[in-house]
């Protein structure tokens, strides 16, 4: 009888080791199928780097740095050439100017009121409605300025038929939900006791969102804010149509401008030959355009690390 005791036992604890066994085994290739995805996320970030910046290298063996970033004329595809990336920077954040413009008012006003002040019934049906803004197709934003937007604004300012103000103004109601959305997140984030503290001090419902939550909620507010300008330097339809193709170093916003992915839109229609020089441009301008978002999503970084509040 101890024998058959003895045999059970032992045949139920290779079974164990058996069964665990297999489930090692098991979450291990679970754990180097998801290295492998992000290993190929990596290198593909790589890739496009490496790509982009060796074409870069190529365009600034033919075009100096001072024609690059000196001059203040982009005329790549005329007989008389200039290769000032300026006017491209230029109404790229001239458009973003007037996008954030926008965007910073109406998301974090929807943000204060679905947070603080919607009952929650209405709050579960206008949220999902204004981040449905994010839904839509960029060239309907386009297009609506064009038709609409424009348009109206002529009607009481001398605007151009493309302008920056328009396509600004559209890229700013299309990022809204961005801003809104994180915006909202930080703000829910803050405990009910610092609320609740501010009321006990006998300061009114509006103050203490001014002065308690809104500042407690500031690493995560201009995390939004910086995403969504951003956003805002990454569009490239709405400006591709409403803002035009025009590359000036400007400030007016009734003008026709041009912006880094407008015109990088332009040279990728197939237009220009592939290995000519107006080909490379396209890196370049590009490769100026991903400095700038690593600069954004770096000082994002930054102040959500620098003013991120932490509650016990």
């Known amino acids: 009888m101890q024998g058959t005791y003895q045999d059970d036992f032992n045949q139920t604890f290779r079974e164990s080791l058996e069964k665990n066994a297999s489930e090692d085994i098991r979450e291990k290739l679970i754990t180097t199928a998801l290295f492998c995805c992000a290993l190929i996320s990596v290198f593909t970030t790589f890739g496009i780097v490496f ?20 001059d203040t004329k982009w005329t790549p595809l005329f007989a008389e050439r200039h290769f000032g990336v300026w006017p491209l920077i230029c109404g790229t954040f001239l458009t973003t100017l007037v996008a954030m413009s926008v965007a910073i008012p109406l998301g974090l006003s929807s943000a204060i009121y679905l947070s603080e002040y919607a009952p929650p019934k209405v709050a579960t049906i206008l949220r999902p409605a204004v981040e449905l803004l994010a839904g839509i197709p960029t060239v309907v934003y386009g297009y609506f300025a064009l038709l609409f937007v424009t348009p109206f604004l002529r009607s009481f300012l001398p605007l151009e038929i493309f302008n920056a103000l328009s396509a600004g103004i559209m890229m700013g109601i ?39 939550v809104l500042p407690a909620a500031l690493s995560g507010i201009t995390a939004s804010i910086i995403l969504g300008i951003s956003r805002a330097v990454g569009e490239t339809m709405t400006v591709v149509i409403a803002a035009g193709q025009q590359p000036r170093l400007t400030v007016n916003l009734m003008e026709s401008v041009g912006t880094m992915t407008a015109y990088m839109a332009q040279i990728s229609g197939g237009d220009s030959p592939r290995g000519s020089l107006n080909f490379k441009t396209l890196y370049a301008v590009g ?8 600069l954004l999503n770096i000082v994002s970084y930054w102040i959500s690390r620098r003013f991120k509040e932490k509650y016990d």
């Not at 939900?177 to 503290?197: F, H, N, Q, Y």
């Open 51 to 70: 790509i982009i910046f060796q074409v870069t290298f190529e365009f600034f063996q033919e075009v100096s740095l001072a024609q690059f970033f000196l």
């Open 174 to 212: 299309m990022i809204t939900p961005t801003v809104g959305s994180i915006s909202l997140d930080a703000i829910k984030a803050v405990p009910r006791s610092l609320r609740e503290g501010a009321y006990a001090l006998g300061i009114t419902k509006l103050e203490s969102i001014f002065k308690v």
């Open 287 to 294: 490769a100026v355009l991903f400095i700038i978002t690593l």
